[in-house]
């Protein structure tokens, strides 16, 4: 007989509670360890039903240890495998053998005798990281590697539960809450920029005839808002089988739900463009009252007299630019974070990959050119003025600072390198030991020529190409 369902977060909570525990404090009184249920599975996320028993399911727990206990690892696993009873609330405790025709499935099986062949792992917080994220560390992550992070990745470390905490997991996990603020305000300007890329050509495809394609294009732009939407309320998307349940459990979700499934229903450009309108005017209120940027228009407009509206064209992404601070990132191009440019599982499931794509946002010297306006020391987009290349890898912001005054003198001597520093907003001053220090460094590094011009030395920038060598 099927034992009465329980969601599997609260499954393995009780069954921590009643068995794991009292198991490790008889067998390793003295142990410090987290217990928790996080990572892959439905159940993590709280979206399980009776149909996810069928794979990876059951009574289980995951065990966390300082460093220096990872090597009693292989005694708990063995003494819960000859303690653990064999059912728990009319579940199995026993799985089979991963399979290897199926992705490594595990299935409960019943068994009365010998030992257990559980889920409760043994493991430490760094190599959770490792596993689960492809980090070595959560500490100073840069930008590169926030938007080299899948948001379901993030989601499944953020959600589920921990049932005891002796070794401060929760602090690890509320370093991934959510983004840092720079690089949400990008993610969010990416987001919008994604929907003016096509959201003008919606109509224009039905309008020659090719109504499959519209289509197609219309439910691009109905996940784009929907991905925005998360964005807006600073929560992680989950990946596709869970996206629309997760997106009407927002504060939104029940508002704008039924019009997005208006505008996948509909059977000409008109009728989706007729729900598309209310849609993109609601994310347009949304966005104001996020209050990150000036008001901006929440009626949609004409797309250059044609007959589709639109709401991107009006500026979004750019007011969004405006205001980050971090010049590393105001000079990312505008791909934003994996999600927004791959859908590619594959891709998206690959901890050996992460590093690869947090190098797409960090480009050296020669590999990309940006108009920076000069007038007050802001890279700003779109914008006039001196073209230079900016290298978005330098490991200081002094180096950074001091590189970019040098750009704009092209020559210039120590003195009034130092004059013009002091004009900078108090966040990008340094005291003069520290000036002179780093302008050694830029020269030793080969960033910044150092010459010698009529008994004055001058400083003018010294390009790299994109192997880091000098050009």
């Not at 190098?359 to 001196?386: E, Q, V, W």
């Amino acid at each position: 007989m099927t034992p009465k369902f329980i969601p599997g977060i609260q499954l393995c909570g009780q069954f921590y509670a009643q068995i794991v525990r009292p198991l490790l404090e008889t067998h390793f009184p003295a142990l410090e360890y987290s217990a928790a249920l996080l990572g892959d599975g439905s159940e993590t996320l709280g979206y399980d039903t009776p149909m996810s028993r069928d794979h990876h399911w059951g009574p289980r727990v995951m065990v966390f240890v300082h460093e220096s206990d990872i090597g009693l690892a292989a005694q708990i696993h063995q003494m819960l495998a000859e303690n653990l009873p064999y059912t728990f609330l009319g579940y199995s405790t026993h799985f089979s053998q991963p399979n290897p025709d199926d992705n490594g499935t595990q299935l409960l099986e019943t068994i009365d005798s010998g030992p257990v062949n559980h889920r409760i792992t043994v493991q430490t917080p760094p190599s959770l990281l490792a596993d689960h994220l492809g980090l070595d560390s959560a500490e100073n992550l840069s930008p590169a590697d926030w938007l080299s992070l899948p948001e379901q990745r993030l989601l499944t470390l953020t959600a589920g539960a921990v049932y005891h905490d002796g070794i401060g997991l929760e602090e690890l996990r509320r370093r991934f809450d959510y983004y840092p603020h720079d690089v949400w305000l990008y993610l969010l300007a990416c987001g919008w920029a994604r929907i003016g890329q096509e959201e003008h050509l919606m109509g224009r495809a039905g309008l020659v005839g090719d109504d499959v394609g519209s289509a197609l294009i219309a439910a691009r732009l109905v996940r784009d808002i929907m991905r925005l939407c998360f964005l807006m309320e600073r929560r992680y998307a989950p990946y596709p089988k869970w996206f629309g349940t997760a997106f009407k459990r927002l504060d939104c979700g029940p508002e704008l739900y039924p019009t997005l499934g208006k505008i996948l229903a509909a059977c000409s450009w008109r009728t989706r463009q007729k729900h598309l309108i209310p849609a993109y005017e609601f994310i347009a209120r949304k966005h104001n009252s996020l209050g990150q940027t000036k008001q901006m228009p929440e009626t949609t407009t004409q797309f250059f007299g044609r007959p589709f509206q639109v709401i991107a064209l009006q500026g979004f992404g750019d007011a969004l630019l405006a205001q980050i601070v971090d010049p590393q990132i105001a000079a990312f191009p505008l791909i934003g974070g994996i999600d927004q440019w791959s859908d590619n599982t594959d891709l998206l499931e690959s901890r050996t990959l992460r590093k690869k794509i947090a190098a797409i946002h960090r480009p050296k010297i020669g590999h990309f050119c940006y108009n920076i306006f000069m007038s007050d020391d802001k890279i700003k987009r779109p914008s006039t003025g001196l073209l230079f290349l900016v290298d978005n890898g330098m490991d200081s912001p002094h180096k950074m600072t001091l590189v970019r005054l040098v750009m704009k003198g092209i020559r210039i001597s120590p003195e009034d390198l130092w004059k013009s520093l002091n004009t900078l907003p108090k966040e990008k001053l340094m005291d003069r030991q520290t000036f002179e220090q780093t302008l050694k460094e830029l020269v030793e590094e080969e960033w910044l020529w150092q010459v010698e011009m009529d008994g004055k030395t001058i400083y003018s920038p010294r390009l790299k190409t994109s192997e880091g060598k000098p050009k």
